[in-house]
């Protein structure tokens, strides 16, 4: 079993960046060919507050030897937010494992360094001695970086040896980014000092002069030249394309991991290295043009006799060295390899410099050259060779360099439209992947998507884990490993360890991405994601993945909110049903003596309370039997039942000898002004209110279910309408309300009853009905008033697995003597 | 055009249909509790129906009706009296299954309530 794979860690403030990419593909480079893992480490920049500010910090004290053997910190980029000092601290707090800064030296750290100095120097002095130049304006960088301040001591410094006085007027200060160059350039501009070239700390910042120099009608070169630093890619093809000094990034990257992996293996590296740094001279400072100019063939020059190319190889390699920067060893004699296949070309082998030219591009655009440098190139060997060549081959030649522009052309074309597929791709998935992300609400399917999106990127391996309380611990979300998810059994671990250790156990080499999770200034947690997906896709899937994770935080947080509300207002619903059921059987009648009747009635509220109601008010003639059903459930229901019962109550002991159509019609008034006045509810009531003598007659009036009457003789239910209308619907019910009559007689059953009893459904949602009470009547109608009640209440309970409504019943039997009845 | 929809839910059923100023609306299932939010919703709708298209008269079939709750006849009643204080010319009729009573029985107070506009028959 292999041993464990050495893993460097490397540490920079974003992925964002010219800088930050070529070093990282460098190190990546580097650490393929050695077989060692890598994993990136990055914070993030927060735009909207101070550019000072680098929120989820915190990500770089989460690594150590539990993950990372190493480390390589681009300082340069570090610093700008955390300063020397603090940089230095976060070094220190690795110890023991081996790191190495570039760009910025740390004591006691080993540190490789470009020569800022003599990069400055040779672009001053340039555009001095070369461009004749007296009056230079400078846009230095931040106050806070060691490099910003060793360019401006060097600017000056060059300067006062060429005997050329400065302005103070003519120095400003960005802070690296190109927004700070504009701002900078319009301060030299305003101070109304002439000036003939611009040079800036960076090259950001020099391409920020340069479109404010465009506004103010300033054409470059003509009237001011500008020069940058560090040569990043957009310096070739800004217009003019900006002179600038080339810092050897993907050099560093190789140095960097090569001086970590010495100091694991426990060998001793220097302190300090410093790379060369060399100047590139194009159209900004008017070099561009006069090389093209220069470099073109005379006829002196084909026409005279030289050394052969072969004495030559040697000057010439180096020359054509310098015009193309090729970052990998794998390249390293290209120069050699390519002067020799021209040699074999013009020594008889036709086709094979063109041949081997097109693999040599090839092998360029896969380490990440700008291939238009190859121009130069062929203009550099297009103005030497002449002088070296019978003039014989000068034909041969001009056809050769022909072709060899042509594929440059044409090589240029297929990799910047390779490039442009690229972005498109990962456009088109991040658009998705942004859409799917947004929506989804739930931690479940926020996981399912990411389980889907992410290996459609080209991303196999991904862990999303979430900080706890504190930054100590992280708690697994999401872990998927060669683009399958993963279930994670941990409830948690230290964070040092970042994730499960399935992530980290592969037989391939491995390089990760590790981002903090933030949304807005708070840390949510870490991220982790194989290299692989275009680099552009990283950064946004973490705003992305950040953002989904506190939208379905926040979604779930509303839904138990809810939730929690649901059970205060169901409880309280509860609570109001039972109080509403507690109303109605409290006041139902607890004396049910009338003279000449056998009464037995019962009230069974339903889970939610029905508002039905049922009363009987004995008279010394007789009596006032009620029953009537409050439209609606609830406590509202219940109330409105008590309103009417305490109506019914006074108005009955108050007018005994009225008429139940002139009670009804009193009672609504009051009713209908209560409920729709003073409650502002739109609840009525149904409502039968009879007036039962002892001689049997019995008046009513209202509207309700029908009263059943089973008569003794033919044994067989009547069903008596009640034809009246509801009280509380209408302020005024007087002239739709008659009084109707029916005799009874001895033995006669009456039935009353509410909708409870007729609409209970059985599991078919069939009704109970009116026709099977009728039925059950008859076939009880020799028992007693309670068996009959019961049995009904068994029937419908029997019939009915569950009752939503209330369920109300009252039987009474008339016990009338003959004479009484005449 | 009308933006009436129909209602279809397990076991109820309403369907509007918009003729020459007239308005049917076929009903039948169940009018239990489980349909008095939709059914309060649709008779809004239909009110707004009639304000916006100027309809003269709706027609309620109740015929294939099994149930209609006291809370469906308060919706019923509801509608009836907005349709009354706000159109006065519009004309409510029931049709109920004359072997289905108690559809007229039920409808009757509402009738009664709102005499000038509400008719029931029976077919």
């Known amino acids: 079993m292999p041993g464990k794979r050495i893993c460097i860690g490397i540490l920079a403030n974003s992925l964002a960046g010219d800088y930050q990419s070529e070093v990282r593909l460098a190190i990546e480079r580097a650490a393929s060919e050695r077989d060692v893992d890598v994993l990136f480490v990055s914070g993030q920049q927060n735009a909207a507050a101070s550019s ?74 340039h555009m001095l001695e070369v461009h004749q130049r007296r009056a230079p304006a400078y846009i230095g960088g931040p106050l806070n970086s060691d490099e910003a301040e060793l360019r401006r001591v060097a600017y000056l410094k060059t300067l006062g040896q060429a005997g050329v006085s400065w302005d103070p007027r003519l120095l400003a200060a960005g802070d690296f980014s190109a927004e700070s160059g504009a701002v900078a350039m319009r301060e030299l501009l305003a101070h109304g000092v002439a000036f003939d070239v611009v040079v800036a700390a960076n090259d950001y910042m020099a391409l920020g002069a340069l479109e404010v120099l465009k506004q103010h009608q300033l054409s470059v070169p003509r009237d001011v030249l500008v020069a940058g ?100 060893d794998v390249l390293q004699d290209w120069p050699e390899r390519f002067l020799d296949s021209l040699m074999h070309e013009l020594g008889g082998e036709p086709g094979r410099f063109l041949q081997d030219f097109e693999h040599l591009l090839e092998a360029a655009q896969n380490e990440g050259v700008a291939l238009d440098e190859f121009q130069q190139v062929i203009t550099l060997l297009r103005s030497e060779l002449p002088r070296t060549s019978a003039a014989d081959s000068t034909a041969v030649l001009e056809r050769i360099w022909h072709a060899a522009r042509l594929l440059i052309g044409s090589a240029s074309v297929r990799a910047q439209g390779r490039r442009r597929l690229d972005v498109e791709a990962a456009a088109l998935h991040l658009a998705r992947s942004g859409e799917r992300l947004s929506t989804a609400l739930s931690m479940p399917l926020l996981r399912q998507v990411l389980g889907e999106e992410l290996p459609s990127m080209n991303i196999m391996r991904a862990a999303v884990a979430l900080h706890d309380a504190d930054l100590a611990t992280l708690k697994p979300f999401f872990l ?343 | 055009m009308s933006n009436l929809q129909s209602l279809s839910l397990d076991t109820w059923r309403l369907e509007p249909e918009v003729v020459a100023g007239a308005i049917t609306v076929r009903m039948s299932g169940l009018g239990d509790m489980a349909v008095v939010k939709p059914f309060a919703d649709f008779l809004a709708g239909l009110k707004d129906e009639i304000s916006s298209a100027d309809i003269q008269r709706v027609e309620f079939d109740v015929r294939n009706v099994q149930l209609l709750n006291s809370s469906c006849l308060k919706s019923i009643f509801n509608f009836a009296f907005r349709i009354k204080a706000e159109h006065p010319s519009c004309q409510m009729s029931f049709l109920t299954s004359a072997s289905q009573a108690w559809q007229a029985r039920a409808l009757g107070p509402i009738q009664r309530m709102v005499r000038e506009q509400v008719t029931i028959s029976a077919a």
Request: hydrophobic content about 45%.
């Open chain 1, 52 to 125: 000072l500010a680098l929120v989820g910090s915190a990500i770089y004290s989460m690594l150590g030897p539990e993950r990372v053997d190493a480390l390589i910190v681009l300082s340069g980029t570090l610093t700008h937010y955390m300063g020397v000092d603090g940089l230095e601290r976060l070094c220190q707090s690795y110890a023991p494992l081996p790191v190495c800064s570039i760009g910025v030296e740390l004591p006691g750290v080993p540190s490789l360094l470009v020569d800022n100095a003599a990069g400055m120097e040779v672009v001053v002095r």
């Open chain 1, 229 to 328: 630093f560090d040569d990043v890619s957009v310096a070739r093809f800004c217009n003019p394309s900006l002179t600038t000094v080339r810092q050897p990034l993907k050099r560093l990257g190789t140095l960097a991991v090569d001086t970590v992996l010495r100091q694991v293996a426990n060998q001793r590296v220097p302190n300090r290295t410093a790379v060369a740094v060399e100047l590139v001279r194009r159209e900004s400072c008017g070099c561009g043009y006069q090389l093209t100019r220069t470099w073109a063939p005379t006829a002196s020059d084909a026409s005279g006799r030289a050394p052969a190319l072969s004495e030559r190889l040697g000057e010439l390699s180096q020359q054509i060295r310098k015009v193309v920067a090729v970052p990998s």
């Open chain 1, 480 to 822: 998927m490993v060669d683009g399958r998810e993963v279930e994670t059994h941990t409830a948690g671990y230290p964070t040092r360890k970042l994730a499960d250790e399935a992530y980290f156990t592969s037989e391939q080499r491995q390089s990760s991405f590790l981002m903090p999770l933030t949304f807005e200034d708070k840390q949510l947690g870490i991220l982790l994601l194989s290299a692989g997906a275009n680099e552009t896709l990283y950064e946004t899937l973490r705003h992305q993945i950040g953002s989904a994770l506190k939208s379905a935080a926040l979604h779930r947080e509303v839904v138990q909110q809810t939730a929690a509300r649901e059970r205060v207002e169901q409880e309280s619903l509860r609570q109001e049903t039972r109080m509403a059921a507690r109303l109605q059987t409290t006041l139902a009648p607890s004396e049910l003596r009338v003279a000449g009747l056998e009464i037995s009635a019962l009230m069974e509220p339903a889970s939610e309370s029905g508002g039905d109601y049922y009363d009987v008010f004995p008279l010394p003639d007789g009596a006032f039997l009620a029953m009537g059903d409050v439209a609606g459930h609830g406590l509202a229901a219940g109330i409105i039942m008590v309103m009417i019962q305490s109506m019914v109550a006074l108005l009955a002991r108050e007018s005994p000898a009225g008429s139940p159509a002139e009670l009804l019609s009193r009672l609504n008034a009051a009713l209908f002004d209560n409920v729709r006045h003073r409650l502002q509810r739109d609840e009525h009531a149904t409502l039968v209110l009879m007036r039962y003598f002892s001689n049997g007659r019995v008046v009513f009036a209202g509207a309700h279910e029908d009263i059943l009457v089973c008569r003794a003789d033919s044994r067989r239910c009547e069903r008596i309408a009640t034809d009246g209308v509801w009280v509380a619907a209408l302020p005024e019910i007087e002239s739709m309300l008659v009084d109707a009559e029916f005799q009874l007689r001895d033995g006669d059953l009456v039935v009353l009853f509410t909708d409870g009893v007729t609409e209970a459904l059985n599991v078919h949602s069939s009704l109970f009905g009116v026709e099977r009470l009728c039925s059950l009547v008859e076939q009880a109608q020799d028992t007693a008033v309670h068996v009959i009640r019961d049995r009904i209440l068994a029937a419908v309970h029997a019939w009915a697995p569950q009752l939503h409504d209330d369920v109300t019943l009252l039987v009474a039997r008339y016990r009338g003597s003959a004479d009484a009845e005449a």
